[in-house]
T-cell receptor, first 113, second 117 residues
């Protein structure tokens, strides 16, 4: 069955360091992959989208890579700040399309002073 | 970016009652909206796809008679949890895509936390 996996353990890093989060998928060949941020008790907020023919995408301090051979996406936050603390979700479109996304369980990031 | 508003943000109800949650796209028309449910420490689970002017499409395992979805206009979709029970307590989130969006990045509402006593 199709599955998206993110590290369920929280990631604690020091302010200023680069945070790297991983998203692995199986039994998928997604045309694109998306990353969202979710704060406690709030709806997710779209961050970045990367297509299968793109190796890397950047937006300000964010960088996403997409390795279709490894079936993996990495999400990087450089020069991390306490305000970056949140849960980060990756998502891919379900087979059959229609813009229906399936989400990973998310990884909680905590940036400490 | 596109704004999606949900109401109410929190609702507490007694077991057996019905609860309606509204989802509005404030600055764009959404022909399709999606309803998700999220239990604590778990990911978002897609419940149904709401299409304006037609019946909603439900995911496997979601009871369409229990979770009534109405998408009467291009800016409003409603989810009614009928005869709610404690196990229906969850965080319900709606989302929408912009028409013409290639890859369908979703714009989410703030979510509605339902607690059934």
């Amino acid at each position: 069955s199709q599955k998206i996996e993110q590290n369920s353990e929280a990631l604690n890093i020091q302010e200023g360091k680069t945070a790297t989060l991983t998203c692995n998928y199986t039994n998928y060949s997604p045309a694109y992959l998306q990353w969202y941020r979710q704060d406690p008790g709030r709806g997710p907020v779209f961050l970045l989208l990367i297509r299968e023919n793109e190796k890397e995408k950047r937006k300000e301090r964010l960088k996403v890579t997409f390795d279709t051979t490894l079936k993996q996406s990495l999400f990087h936050i450089t020069a991390s700040q306490p305000a970056d603390s949140a849960t980060y979700l990756c998502a891919v479109e379900l087979t059959g399309g229609g813009n229906k996304l399936t989400f990973g369980t998310g990884t909680q990031l905590k940036v400490e002073l | 970016g596109a704004v999606v508003s949900q109401h109410p943000s929190r609702v507490i109800c007694k077991s057996g009652t019905s609860v309606k949650i509204e989802c509005r796209s404030l600055d764009f028309q959404a022909t399709t909206m999606f309803w998700y449910r999220q239990f604590p420490k778990q990911s978002l689970m897609l419940m149904a796809t709401s299409n304006e002017g037609s019946k909603a499409t439900y995911e496997q395992g979601v009871e369409k008679d229990k979770f009534l979805i109405n998408h009467a206009s291009l800016t409003l979709s409603t989810l009614t949890v009928t005869s709610a029970h404690p196990e229906d307590s969850s965080f319900y989130i709606c989302s929408a895509t912009l028409a013409g969006s290639y890859a369908g990045e979703l714009f989410f509402g703030e979510g509605s936390r339902l607690t059934v006593l």
